[in-house]
């Protein structure tokens, strides 16, 4: 059972129709103990960092997550809140994985837009994560902040600059990008993850 991490943040409804898509059976909870049992966790997101962080402080979330011994998927926001900091309300994160996350700077002359939004390529792809996903495929960014590139960087790709397009250390994966708005790639990144 894959539980789906309820804190009050958006973009539920396309993460359910995703898991749907690929025949998975799911759950949404905000319970510590549901997650603590469940076979795979997803934290999605959409939104401020330092609310979602606040909201998952509330529940006493972040310290389940963090002890999680079961593969963890993080997208979006979820991810960056994995990580040690957010510049997006000068947010304390999780600290699972050892990078910050920093506001793009927009350069009309270089044609970098904020916030990132729309598809873009992987690069440099690494790990089971990425089964069967070739290097350079699309998938589909909206946001304005993003996570530095550092030791747990699985894919790249560039908005301006180079950031990570996903994160890995032991069980915890992370996905700036949205697998579930990218098509049949998200759909083989989600079934990757089902089977970790």
Known sequence: MIAIVDYDTGNLRSVVNALQRVGAEYLLTSDPKTLLEADRVLLPGVGEASTAMARLRERGLDETIRSLTRPVLGICIGMQLMCRHSEEGDAACMGIFPTDVCRFTPDKKKGVKVPHMGWNTLTDLSTPLFNQVEEGAWVYYVHSYAAELCAATIARTENGTC??????????????????KSGSVGEQILKNFLAL
């Not at 950031?163 to 579930?180: C, D, I, K, V």
Request: glycine content about 12%.
């Open 163 to 180: 950031f990570s397009a996903a994160l890995h250390t032991g069980n915890f994966y992370g996905t700036q990008f949205h697998p579930e």
